[in-house]
């Protein structure tokens, strides 16, 4: 079905829009003058035009749930017969939607960490090995000081990111477990994986099962070589932590982290995440990205404004460790970005 040419431009004002919710509605509005097509013809006309209009993506921004992406927001003004002379308004619409500025109301910004109501949300990371803690008797279940948190892995960044999810999806239900103890139910929840392919098995699956175009050294003995290698059309990247000797200990000074949202596997109405470093401190930072007071805003703002509705995407960046003080990257830099990916769910 060919869509209609719309009314005239000035019927639709762009220039007031400052939320997701506000560009929604324009769409819609722009949708009903362009002769109210079906979200199928909207995919047939953009593969027409070589352009990629998924339903599903399309339904998700009409419905303001999702916020477009560049240039998906463009393909849907060239669907609609918005004229190009008018496309500088509308982009600068955009611009302002994504970027997650509050509306009139207090409307809060959205979220990479905010989550559908009344889904569940489950939190895990690995489990120290017993070789590692069996001489701290506090590790010990039988010991009447026994603190069990004392076994889980990268728990600096559990305990941030846990605080951080329940202040901001304060009606859900919100958990966190060691890998080894989650149960069936647990992995339909929106999963949250912390640290690295070490000590979080379930990290270590989830590279295979998502087909992720990065790898993870693990962190043995006979390892020659520590860091994240990424795939691309150029062949392979390697990016390495650096770490000091000094007086006789290591100190990591830079780690390379890796932040992952996609569809869950497991369960396709739910998320899966993965926050990794190759140490620590890398994953704290890794967590700390999008949640940083100052840093966190100004990171979701790009992160919007790059992947918009996708729902499959990754980077990789560099974390600064200042004398034992985690410093997120701040991916507006891009000297702190080193690799990024999306595809289409």
């Not at 769409?27 to 352009?51: F, H, M, T, Y």
């Not at 109501?117 to 039988?142: K, L, Q, Y």
């Not at 175009?213 to 070589?225: G, H, I, N, Q």
Request: aromatic share 8%.
């Amino acid at each position: 079905m060919p869509l209609s040419r719309p009314g005239p431009p000035g019927e639709l004002d762009p220039s007031g829009v400052t939320t997701l919710t506000q560009l929604a509605a324009l769409l819609r509005q722009c949708r009903v003058r362009a002769g109210n097509p079906s979200l199928r013809d909207i995919e047939r006309l953009g593969e027409k035009r070589g352009q990629v209009l998924p339903r599903s993506t399309v339904a998700g921004v009409l419905a303001g749930r999702r916020g477009p992406r560049r240039d998906l927001f463009l393909a849907l003004l060239t669907a609609f017969g918005i004229p190009e002379d008018d496309r500088a308004a509308w982009t600068n619409a955009w611009e302002k939607a994504v970027a997650g500025e509050p509306d009139a109301d207090g409307e809060p910004a959205p979220d990479f960490w905010r989550f559908p109501p009344g889904e569940p949300v489950m939190i895990t990371c690995g489990r120290i090995p017993e070789s590692m803690v069996s001489n701290f008797s506090a590790t010990d279940p039988r010991d009447p000081d026994h603190v069990d948190l004392l076994t889980y892995a990268d728990l600096d960044a559990l305990v941030h990111l846990y605080g951080h999810i329940r202040a901001l999806n304060p009606l859900h239900d919100v958990k966190f477990a060691t890998t080894s103890d989650l149960q069936p139910a647990d992995y339909s929840s929106h999963l949250v994986m912390i640290g690295g392919s070490d000590f979080n098995l379930l990290t270590r699956d989830m590279f295979s099962t998502l087909r992720l175009p990065v790898k993870m050294s693990p962190r043995l003995p006979e390892t020659d070589w520590l860091g994240l290698e990424v795939a691309n059309g150029d062949g392979t990247q390697r990016f390495s932590p650096v770490l000091g000797d000094e007086y006789g200990a290591r100190i990591p000074h830079e780690d390379v982290i890796l932040f992952f949202r996609g569809v869950n596997p497991l369960d396709r109405r739910r998320t899966i995440t993965i926050c990794a470093g190759m140490y620590a401190r890398g994953t704290l930072a890794a967590v700390r990205c999008l949640t940083d007071p100052v840093l966190g805003p100004r990171n979701q703002a790009y992160l919007r404004h790059q992947v918009g509705a996708n729902l499959h995407f990754g980077f990789v960046a560099r974390a600064f460790v200042i004398d034992r003080v985690v410093a997120p990257p701040d991916l507006t830099d891009p000297g702190h970005r080193l690799y990024e990916w999306m595809r289409p769910e």
